[in-house]
Each structure stands twice: as C-alpha cells, then as structure tokens.
T-cell receptor
Framework: SQQGEEDPQALSIQEGENATMNCSYKTSINNLQWYRQNSGRGLVHLILIRSNEREKHSGRLRVTLDTSKKSSSLLITASRAADTASYFCATPHTDRGSTLGRLYFGRGTQLTVWP | GAVVSQHPSWVICKSGTSVKIECRSLDFQATTMFWYRQFPKQSLMLMATSNEGSKATYEQGVEKDKFLINHASLTLSTLTVTSAHPEDSSFYIC??????????FGPGTRLTVT
C-alpha cells in the first residue's frame, strides 16, 4: 500500500497566493522528499527533509516535517502560473535489507495556478 | 545536473506484442535504477529495482516474467513488457541513483496497447 497520502487532491489558486499541500505517512522514516511532475512528464526533485529536521527552505518553497504526527507540508509562496503541476511526497522504503532509493509515493496534489 | 533519458517517449502497440523501453543515465553511472508505473491521475508505483550486473528485484504483485528488466551496463536499463495487453497501458518512469542519495527521474514513456 502507499506510504504517503497528499491532501488536498487538487488545489486551484490565483497567481501571487500561497499554496499549501500536506502529506501524511504511516511508518518511521529517515527522510521525506517532495517532487513535482508536469503533466505527462517525469519527476523533478524539489527538496529533501531529514527526520531530524523540522523545517527547510529552498527559494519559494518551505517544507515542514512533524515526525510525531507523521506529516509534512509543502508551502509554495507567491505562486506563479508556471507552478501548475502535480506535487508528490515520497518516503523511502525502510524494510530491512531494502535497496537505498526505493520510494513510496503519495497520490499527489494537482495544483493549478491561474494567471 | 544529472540527466536520465527514456526511449521511446510514447509507443502504441497491438495486444500480444512485446515492447522494450530504455532508460539511460547520460552523464553519470547508475548502479541502481528503478522502474515505476503511473496510471492517469494516480501515484507512481514502484515495480522493480534494477541493479547493474544482477537480477532485478521485483515488488510484490509485479510479474517478473511479464516485465523483464535488464541492467547490462552502468548507464542503461531496459524494461520489456512482454505479451502486452490493454491493461498494461500506462506511463512508465525510470529513475537512476548515483553514488549519493540523489535520484534522477526520466521523462517517462507512455505505453498504449490496443
């Protein structure tokens, strides 16, 4: 079963507004990653936050991680039409002997930013 | 930055035929590559882990005889969908991991089986 679940499934906002997406996961993790996918394209890695970090910034992106609640949020500030895409959180498989890099992906949030 | 390519970008084939999809790391060596499939408006599901020079490791529920994976070199992994059926129609994405934790994704291959 999937590890991560994003909320909301879809989000529609105006340019300039902030967009917040949430992700919940089920088991213990050592890191959580956020990816972006433009329609019909591959994934672009946005940011990785480790389990001992609570917040991380990268440009207009702000990611938080609450390991006690097993949740993470991605905030995009001052959104632009070019931010329109699907956003996924991903957590690594942590089963014993698991090859590093195997990822569980959530269902994603489809973000639409209107100009 | 590191680039991963996939070929073809899209393919339409008839039911019963086999289709091969290539995944290449263009400017780095990838000892490990991963294959995912994605149905419309859904998440990526990991299918298998491909290790150079050894057999692929398949996720539970993925038929290894149906989805043949070959990782013959440090820059190339192939996924062959054998005897494809319409339910195999999907978006197949590969990723490649370098010697750090960084993982780079290919642009995906859209397979339509008629």
């Amino acid at each position: 079963s999937q590890q991560g679940e994003e909320d909301p499934q879809a989000l529609s906002i105006q340019e300039g507004e902030n967009a917040t997406m949430n992700c919940s996961y089920k088991t213990s993790i050592n890191n959580l990653q956020w990816y972006r996918q433009n329609s019909g394209r591959g994934l672009v890695h946005l940011i990785l936050i480790r389990s001992n970090e609570r917040e991380k910034h990268s440009g207009r992106l702000r990611v938080t991680l609450d390991t006690s609640k097993k949740s993470s949020s991605l905030l995009i500030t001052a959104s632009r039409a070019a931010d329109t895409a699907s956003y996924f959180c991903a957590t690594p498989h942590t089963d014993r002997g698991s090859t590093l890099g195997r990822l569980y992906f959530g269902r994603g949030t489809q973000l639409t930013v209107w100009p | 930055g590191a680039v991963v390519s996939q070929h073809p970008s899209w393919v339409i084939c008839k039911s019963g035929t086999s289709v091969k999809i290539e995944c290449r790391s263009l400017d780095f060596q990838a000892t490990t590559m991963f294959w995912y499939r994605q149905f419309p408006k859904q998440s990526l599901m990991l299918m298998a882990t491909s290790n150079e020079g050894s057999k692929a490791t398949y996720e539970q529920g993925v038929e290894k005889d149906k989805f043949l994976i070959n990782h013959a070199s440090l820059t190339l992994s192939t996924l062959t969908v054998t005897s494809a059926h319409p339910e195999d129609s999907s978006f197949y994405i590969c990723s490649a991991r370098d010697n750090t934790y960084e993982q780079y994704f290919g642009p995906g291959t859209r397979l339509t089986v008629t």
